[in-house]
């Protein structure tokens, strides 16, 4: 059960670290961790999930404060799928923007069941993209 791991928003994430977890999904597997610094230092708002030591999940927030929230990058090591981690770390987020007028998070089809759950529903407008190559 996930509430024997230390989820925090204060702990300082080591790049390189995060880099290892990162490369275990197709959208961050190629992050440099001079990247991953320079994307850690510009999130407003971070969690770490740890067992003991080991960093087995992630997820950063961009936003306002006040209007809209982005959820970005939420991702739990593989070995600790089907634990209630990733639901864990949504709930914490959540709770923690309760105060946002709009949260919004992009992600596969296959994982909107699982985001319905927490309370997120699609919408039937534009995801509108401009991807430059790094």
């Known amino acids: ?5 230390t989820f925090s928003f204060t702990e300082p994430i080591n790049p390189e670290i995060l880099q ?3 490369k275990q999904a197709d959208w961050t597997a190629n992050r440099t961790p001079l990247d991953i610094q320079q ?5 407003q708002l971070t969690l770490g999930v740890w067992d003991d030591d080991k960093l087995i999940g992630f997820a950063r927030v961009v936003t306002d404060n006040i209007y809209r929230a982005w959820i970005e990058d939420v991702i739990v090591d593989q070995a600790y799928h089907e634990q209630g981690v990733g639901s864990h770390i949504v709930t914490k987020l959540l709770k923690r ?8 998070l992009n992600c596969l089809m ?3 069941p699982f985001y319905e759950k927490h309370g997120f529903t699609t919408k039937s407008i534009a995801s509108m993209h401009l991807r430059r190559k790094r």
């Open 110 to 112: 296959e994982l909107v």
């Open 97 to 104: 923007l309760e105060h946002v007028e709009d949260v919004t």
């Open 20 to 22: 290892v977890l990162f």
């Open 39 to 43: 994307m850690l230092d510009n999130s």
């Open 1 to 5: 059960m996930s509430e024997q791991f």
